[in-house]
């Protein structure tokens, strides 16, 4: 279990550096367009663009991120319907499901892009293949589902659910 906790915590740990260079990237992106539009009379070709992919790739991971930390919203008029001693059983049972949902999703992101590639598509403001960006998809849904089976062989690595009304 420890080796798996060191795994979590260290995709997490990606996923983060990840979706901070990004923002950051894509702000710089921005700022750095007003600036030469300001002073020079003209933008940064592509620097939009860029700004919207950059955002996109730090939202599509932030999905894996929020898994990790179990900040999905989930409706809750059902948790009374159950006795609580079932509790436990439903929670695993919730993240074996979650896992299946996601490795389908993962499935089907990896052909879109093996498509996307072999087709060669390219951007069409900026003309750059798109697979590399599109590779965000299975990863999120992969991360995803390996942290719910994580989740659903050891509940311990689960952390408490964020924002729970009690």
Not at 78 to 89: G, N, R, T, V, Y
Not at 127 to 141: A, E, G, H, S, V
Request: with cysteine.
């Amino acid at each position: 279990m420890d080796m798996i906790k060191r795994l979590l915590k260290g995709l997490l740990w990606i996923e983060l550096a990840v979706c901070a260079i990004t923002l950051v990237a894509g702000s710089g992106a921005l700022v750095a367009d007003v600036i030469a539009r300001e002073f020079f009379g003209n933008g940064i070709f592509g620097a939009q663009r860029f700004a919207v992919w950059a955002t996109a790739i730090a939202g599509l991971i932030g999905f894996a991120v929020v898994t990790a930390e179990r900040g999905h919203l989930r409706p809750q008029f059902m948790d009374k319907w159950l006795p609580a001693s079932w509790e436990p059983h439903m929670e695993r049972l919730s993240d074996v499901v979650s896992a299946l949902i996601c490795i389908t999703l993962g499935v089907y992101a990896i052909e879109f892009v093996k498509s996307s590639y072999g087709l060669g598509e390219r951007g069409m403001a900026i003309p750059i293949k798109l697979w590399p960006i599109q590779i965000i998809l299975p990863w999120m849904f992969l991360s995803s589902a390996l942290r719910h089976l994580a989740f659903a062989a050891y509940p311990a690595l689960r952390p408490e659910p964020k924002g729970e009304m009690h």
